[in-house]
């Protein structure tokens, strides 16, 4: 059987080049290599395609010297050859398709690997070749993926120029330095130089989505819900609400709601309120305010006035200097000092700590919510305080935040990095902390307690949602062009930028349900206009026409020497 097997395998003895037509062939014809009458048969039918064939006839004649040919030997052999061949083939692709990302020195490495390895494999020499295609397949994987990460994000970089080139006019001069960027990475983007641009892209992004928090920031607080209330502050100075009556308010900059009353800041300094906690006619020269079941406002001169529920001792500010921000949870007040250390009362009967901040430094924002206080630093950690039954407090490995958010319940607490990216520690019983995926994210908004939502702004003005979807709050992916968000119960609502409102879920107050998608022109006030509105009540101060500045002539019926209108004040 040695010497037939030998004559119609020395047939073969010339052939050149590969083996991949003889294994089609073989498959073609349904052969098993069950014989080697079998095998013969069907390198003698087909002398043509054998004599293109070299180093594997020798390789047989040693097997079947050997004494060692067998049905699964050959099979297995064939076996190897094909799947070698396949990641050859796999690898030649590969290189063609990153071709031009690749250094010279590179692909001649690889089409040399692949042309060795067609003009010279053999049994003996399979393993050798699979190890080294194998590596060069890991290697072109890794870098495709690369590729496609980097592709990703300039991208992302690509979309977020457009939306600040859109938004915000003051920067076009700024963003054609990333523009470039993009453009030159796109045309001369290789394999060595991927790093590099990943670093320039990262860092642009970060620069980018910074820009965009700051745009959106003035939006945020112009559309609130909390509780019982859904309040927008509206672009002329009025604001609609449902919940509470505030068709009166006029010249208001600023909102903010408590579970049974809202606040509205005036232009002039002055605070207005309806519903519990409304002590506020005598402030003056209020800068900031803040709601929950009282109500704090931040003066000027960086001292702080507070009224309304005292249980805890939560109004007990007065003795307060040098504050530039305030935030209010359940029962306590939380003021952060310009040297960066933090001041707090309250909690005196629900105490869970909330109000251990006196050995903070170097913080440069607040959030408080429910019996929780979070603290960020100026080198981007955080640290946190209060209730911790949840885990709400584990923020110590935190690295690299911006923002930090959390609600009224606290139960959860989320924070923001520089790229984007989203951390989330505390209640997880909804998912509301799974965040891990989140891109290009630029504002939060949490819903803590048995309802568990947190909500991600992203820098295209599209929106992501996680957590308990009972009611559809979390049925957010068709937004657009959305500039604000806010989360409460089963709704969540987004501030589109054109000032209209769009919802998600839906918002039983006093079992009965209401919408504010009717609500048009929600937005902040525009600065000119606040200017104006101050100009106006320091005119009427010195007794001067509010309209113009000027004069007043006349008797009984006193009218403005400039514009001619009438005293009206």
Same mark, same amino acid.
């Given at each position: 059987m040695s010497e037939i097997a030998k004559k119609y395998i020395n047939k073969a003895i010339h052939i050149y080049d590969r083996i991949p037509d003889l294994q089609r062939l073989a498959i073609q014809k349904s052969a098993s290599f069950g014989s080697l009458s079998n095998f013969s048969k069907i390198i003698e039918e087909n002398t043509e395609i054998i004599n293109e064939f070299k180093h594997i006839s020798d390789d047989i004649c040693q097997i079947i010297d050997s004494g060692n040919l067998n049905t699964s030997g050959i099979s297995t052999k064939f076996n190897q050859i094909q799947t070698v061949n396949q990641r050859a083939s796999q690898v030649k692709t590969k290189v063609n398709e990153t071709k031009r990302f690749l250094t010279n020195e590179q692909v001649t490495e690889y089409v040399k690997l692949i042309e060795d390895c067609f003009n010279n494999l053999t049994f003996s020499s399979i393993d050798k070749y699979e190890t080294k295609l194998v590596?060069?397949?890991?290697?072109?994987?890794?870098?495709?993926?690369?590729?496609?990460?980097?592709?990703?994000?300039?991208?992302?970089?690509?979309?977020?120029?457009?939306?600040?080139?859109?938004?915000?006019?003051?920067?076009?001069?700024?963003?054609?330095?990333?523009?470039?960027?993009?453009e030159d990475y796109f045309n001369n983007m290789s394999f060595v130089t991927l790093d590099n641009y990943k670093t320039e892209l990262e860092n642009a992004n970060k620069q980018l989505l910074k820009l965009l928090r700051e745009r959106i920031a003035k939006y945020?607080?112009?559309?609130?819900? +909390?509780?019982? $209330?859904?309040?927008?502050?509206?672009?002329? #100075?009025?604001?609609?609400?449902?919940?509470?009556?505030?068709?009166?308010?006029?010249?208001?900059?600023?909102?903010?709601?408590?579970? $049974? $009353?809202?606040?509205?800041?005036?232009?002039?300094? &002055?605070?207005?309120?309806?519903?519990?906690?409304?002590d506020t006619e005598n402030w003056r020269n209020i800068i900031a305010i803040s709601a929950y079941y009282h109500t704090v406002g931040l003066k000027a001169d960086g001292t702080v006035v507070a009224v309304g529920n005292n249980q805890d001792g939560q109004c007990e500010t007065g003795s307060w200097k040098d504050i530039i921000a305030i935030s209010t949870g359940n029962c306590h007040t939380v003021g952060l000092k310009a040297d960066g250390t933090v001041v707090a009362v309250g909690g005196r009967v629900n105490n869970y700590v909330q109000c251990k901040t006196g050995s903070w430094k170097d913080i440069i924002s607040i959030t408080t919510g429910g019996y929780l206080t979070v603290g960020l630093k100026a080198?981007? &950690?955080?640290?946190?305080?209060?209730?911790?039954?949840?885990?709400?407090?584990?923020?110590?490995?935190?690295?690299?935040?911006?923002?930090?958010?959390?609600?009224?319940?606290?139960? $959860?607490?989320?924070?923001?990095?520089?790229?984007?990216?989203?951390?989330?520690?505390?209640?997880?019983?909804?998912?509301?902390?799974?965040? +891990?995926?989140? +891109?290009?994210i630029v504002s939060i908004s949490t819903v803590?307690?048995?309802? #568990?939502? &947190?909500? #991600?702004?992203?820098?295209?003005?599209?929106?992501?949602?996680?957590?308990?979807?009972?009611?559809?709050?979390?049925?957010?992916?068709?937004?657009?062009?959305?500039?604000?968000?806010?989360?409460?119960?089963?709704?969540?609502?987004g501030l589109k930028a054109n000032g209209t409102v769009v919802e998600a879920g839906s918002k039983y107050i006093y079992s009965e349900r209401y919408s504010a998608k009717s609500w048009r022109n929600i937005g902040p006030v525009p600065e000119e206009q606040v200017l104006k509105w101050k100009q106006s009540l320091q005119w009427q101060k010195e007794g001067l026409c509010r309209h113009c500045g000027g004069k007043f002539s006349g008797l009984f019926s006193k009218k403005c020497t400039v514009c001619n209108k009438p005293k009206d004040y």
């Open positions: 590596n060069a397949n890991r290697q072109l994987l890794d870098f495709i993926d690369q590729l496609k990460a980097v592709n990703d994000l300039a991208s992302r970089v690509k979309t977020n120029i457009g939306e600040i080139k859109r938004l915000i006019d003051k920067h076009q001069n700024e963003v054609a330095e990333f523009e470039k960027l993009i945020q607080d112009c559309i609130v819900i +909390e509780c019982n $209330h859904i309040v927008g502050l509206k672009v002329d #100075g009025t604001v609609v609400a449902i919940g509470k009556n505030t068709e009166s308010w006029q010249n208001i900059v600023a909102i903010s709601a408590g579970p $049974h $009353h809202i606040v509205g800041l005036k232009a002039d300094g &002055t605070v207005v309120s309806v519903g519990g906690g409304r080198d981007g &950690t955080v640290v946190a305080v209060g209730d911790n039954k949840n885990g709400q407090c584990n923020t110590r490995n935190w690295k690299d935040i911006v923002a930090i958010f959390t609600d009224s319940w606290a139960s $959860h607490t989320v924070g923001l990095k520089s790229d984007g990216k989203v951390v989330a520690v505390g209640n997880n019983d909804y998912g509301q902390c799974k965040i +891990e995926s989140w +891109e290009d803590g307690s048995v309802w #568990g939502v &947190t909500i #991600g702004l992203k820098a295209d003005g599209t929106v992501v949602a996680v957590g308990k979807n009972e009611r559809g709050q979390c049925n957010t992916s068709s937004w657009r062009d959305i500039v604000a968000i806010s989360a409460d119960d089963n709704l969540t609502v």
